[in-house]
């Protein structure tokens, strides 16, 4: 907390350009405290006022929001609506129809434009199709598809006829897949031939035959396959089907179902701090209605706008960012199959500049990990790129710090571009806490204020409120539209993990710590206060890293932690004991080898561990506890100077040390 107080005294303050306030949405302050203070004035009024400004209703709703049954609150209740109608037909409606809704970047530079009529064709011909294999409203459908126009088709297409689908990132391996697919209880896996990832062919289909046959799968019916690659796959006669085939014969309209404001648009499976997943289930109204004004707030979408978000559709922000708001939104985005650094780690740079992009979203791992190649490669240095189009920046994931904060504002920003720093969950659906560009002087490193209608605290672990200045846990004083219905097939498990009793049980735990600052209000986040990493942006469990590690038949403990990486931010770190003789040298590498391939193929390679150590014992307390602190200090490489007594087997953290 020190380090934040001294460190933000050097840190200069970021003003507005005058030019960019004049024309935003929410110009100055004035505007930005006027909607705090309906918001705090007359809290269902606010919400239900944007609700019935922006979503196009079916059936208008009577009340905004049921509290009832907390922390089970329902928005909008007694109103209906259709997402996808919402998205698709009100462009075609508004004179967007021949407007470009997604132009997509392959891989190899190949590009494909889709305007949104054409898009509304694609979607309402591929929902017949999931309605001709007998898909209907409320069935779950798992997409496991590349970053793609069909992924959002397949997205857009199963709202449409009121279907739920859960996305599983492309990366993630078939025991992860299985799992998901049979805790929803799945009847339909819509997954590509193969995938394109920096030149190289990665299998799809085969990893979702795979999962399929992993037992409890039983549910699909059918998997439905987008042809990327045109490869040879493996087929299964009756439950296979071409997306392109399925498609082709049905009709260009299709009416969206209108369903439930409660209805579950979708739910997304991310972690916790247990080994299982949770399969966080959002609403259809209150998701759009924050999706939509989040575009229109944070990233001040106009209709001249080239949007952006560089995120895969498996994780909530291309859910968000890139499935559905830009889309509500009637703006025109990019979408990108690569990888930043594919053919050069100009590549970002050369498509900003290549299609005049003017809003740009990305996380901070990717810019720290392009400062790297930059300072390497001057050939990819960013002043080599005209990026004069762009006028707002955005990081999202997981802290930036000032250093490279400033960077992205100088040479990406030209000095000139405002950089929403934007804090935000799964669980929350849309931002939370962030600047809005045209109001909000910024401070590198803070993602400064609430979002009107956010009423974010810092409150102690009984859940009293802290003065500004004190590091606390960051909570949720009111239910707010897009926040997380329930756990998916858990209620329990939602009401202890964000609404626990110790807190009050009327308090939404972010899981994350922060501190508020005593003159300006701005929150600072001060990272996870659970078992939960963040690499590279990613959110993973040390429990769930630990569950496959001690399911590998030599492994008989395992504990992950968390160490600070330069460049993915943290780096997982896995302490492990074998069920023989603890292996040394050139063995222990290999072996290291094999643990990291068997992580990569339980969860997905994301999850692989960056070092591993074994070692005969983990470090425990007399009762049997691991000390956790004492793996953190060991897993940075620190020399062990706090007090070690209360640890059985001392001995052990030389061993523990080094690293293989
Ligand atoms: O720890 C916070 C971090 O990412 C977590 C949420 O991860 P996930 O559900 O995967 O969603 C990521 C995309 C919204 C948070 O609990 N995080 C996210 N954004 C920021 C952040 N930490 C600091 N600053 C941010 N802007």
Not at 148 to 161: D, F, T
Not at 228 to 250: F, K, L, P, V
Request: net charge negative; with cysteine; hydrophobic share 40%.
């Amino acid at each position: 907390m020190h380090d934040i107080k001294s460190m933000k005294r050097e840190i200069p303050v970021f003003e507005v350009p005058d030019a960019f306030s004049k024309r935003a949405t929410i110009a100055g302050m004035g505007v930005y405290n006027a909607l705090c203070a309906e918001a705090e004035k007359d809290y269902e009024g606010f919400w239900a006022r944007l609700a019935r400004g922006n979503l196009f209703w079916s059936r208008p709703f009577t009340q905004a929001l049921d509290e009832s049954n907390a922390p089970f609150y329902r928005w909008f209740g007694d109103g209906q609506l259709n997402a996808s109608y919402n998205c698709l037909d009100r462009n075609l409606q508004t004179g967007n129809g021949d407007k470009a809704a997604i132009l997509f970047e392959a891989d190899d530079g190949a590009l494909t434009r889709v305007t949104y009529r054409e898009l509304h064709a694609k979607v309402c011909r591929f929902a017949n199709a999931l309605k001709s294999l007998g898909v209907s409203g409320g069935d779950r459908v798992v997409i496991y598809l590349p970053m793609s126009i069909e992924g959002v088709v397949a997205m857009q297409a199963c709202a449409r006829i009121g279907a739920i689908h859960s996305v599983v990132f492309g990366g993630f391996s078939a025991k992860a897949l299985q799992e998901r697919i049979a805790d929803l209880g799945a009847v339909l896996l819509i997954t590509a031939d193969e995938q394109m990832r920096a030149g190289k062919v990665l299998p799809l289909k085969s990893i979702a035959d795979e999962a399929l046959t992993m037992g409890g799968c039983e549910s699909v019916r059918h998997v439905v396959v987008y042809r990327r690659t045109g490869n040879r796959i493996e087929w299964i006669e009756n439950r296979d089907r071409w997306m392109h085939e399925i498609s082709a014969s049905q009709p260009e309209t299709c009416e969206a179902e209108p369903v439930d404001a409660e209805h579950p648009l979708f739910v997304l499976y991310t972690s916790g701090s247990t080994g299982r997943p949770k399969g966080v289930q959002h609403s259809t109204a209150g998701y759009l209605l924050w999706a939509m004004l989040t575009m229109q707030w944070t990233f001040d979408i106009k209709p001249e706008d080239v949007f952006w978000c560089t995120a895969d559709i498996g994780w909530i922000t291309g859910h968000t960012y890139i499935a559905y708001g830009p889309l509500a939104a009637g703006a025109t985005q990019i979408m990108f199959e690569g990888v930043p650094t594919y053919p050069n780690a100009g590549r970002f740079w050369e498509m900003i500049s290549r299609h005049r992009v003017s809003i740009f979203y990305t996380a901070p791992t990717a810019i720290r990990s392009l400062i790297k190649a930059a300072d390497a490669n001057p050939q990819v240095r960013p002043s080599r790129y005209d990026l004069t189009s762009l006028r707002l920046l955005g990081t999202v994931g997981e802290p930036i710090n000032p250093d490279t904060w400033q960077w992205y504002h100088h040479h990406i920003g030209s000095d000139r571009c405002p950089i929403v720093d934007t804090f935000w969950q799964t669980e929350t659906g849309g931002h939370m806490i962030a600047p809005l560009p045209g109001a909000t002087p910024l401070v590198p490193g803070s993602c400064t204020l609430p979002l009107p209608g956010i009423m974010a605290s810092v409150v102690d672990e009984s859940g009293q409120a802290l003065p500004d200045g004190s590091g606390g846990i960051l909570a949720i004083r009111r239910p707010w539209p897009s926040m997380i219905r329930t756990i998916w097939g858990d209620p329990e498990r939602f009401r202890q993990s964000y609404f626990p009793a110790e807190l009050g049980g009327n308090l939404y735990l972010a899981g994350d710590g922060a501190i508020r600052d005593k003159d300006n209000g701005y929150f600072t986040i001060t990272g996870r206060i659970d078992d939960v990493l963040n690499v590279s942006g990613h959110r993973m469990g040390t429990m769930e890293i630990e569950s496959a590690l001690v399911a590998h038949p030599l492994v008989a403990e395992a504990a992950v932690v968390g160490r600070a990486d330069e460049v993915t931010g943290e780096a997982i770190c896995a302490f492990v004991v074998l069920k023989r003789e603890c292996p040394l040298g050139g063995e222990a590498r290999q072996l290291a080898g094999d643990l990291r391939k068997w992580v990569g193929e339980q969860i997905g390679p994301i999850a692989k561990p960056k070092d591993i150590r074994f070692g005969d014992n983990l470090p425990k307390t007399r009762s049997g506890k691991i000390m956790r602190r004492l793996l953190r200090s060991l897993a940075k490489g620190e020399t062990i100077t706090q007090d070690v007594s209360t640890l059985e087997n001392p001995a052990i953290l030389e061993q523990l040390g080094e690293a293989f």
